[in-house]
Nanobody
Framework: QVQLVESGGGLVQAGGSLRLSCAAS????????MGWYRQAPGKQRELVAV???????NYADSVKGRFTISRDYGKNTVYLQMNSLKPEDTAVYYC????????WGQGTQVTVSS
């Protein structure tokens, strides 16, 4: 069984920074991509950033230039460095791993106060 364990969420003032981490464990074969999604109250879950097995990255337009996704392949861990945070970044952030199937973390709350 595969588990994704997230950490690093919290409360921060606008303009501040947070770093999210997500560690994958269990029976992992080939990870195609890892990424982060978020869901704000009353809204659909949306892609924030994704990094492929080859290191290619893709970001939502709303976070480009502020967020950076990175990956430690040896530790099956993905990170999301979030800078210049805005109140509209407030959401539950979910880690995603694309293997044979999609796996999801339990979510971590990020709250940005104005």
């Amino acid at each position: 069984q595969v588990q994704l364990v997230e950490s690093g969420g919290g409360l921060v003032q606008a303009g501040g920074s947070l770093r999210l981490s997500c560690a994958a464990s269990g029976r992992i074969f080939t990870i195609n991509a890892m990424g982060w999604y978020r869901q704000a109250p009353g809204k659909q879950r949306e892609l924030v950033a994704v990094i492929s097995s080859g290191g290619n990255t893709n970001y939502a337009d709303s976070v480009k230039g502020r967020f950076t996704i990175s990956r430690d392949y040896g530790k099956n861990t993905v990170y999301l460095q979030m800078n210049s945070l805005k109140p509209e970044d407030t959401a539950v952030y979910y880690c995603n791993m694309k293997e044979v199937v999609d796996y999801w973390g339990q979510g971590t709350q990020v709250t940005v106060s104005s």
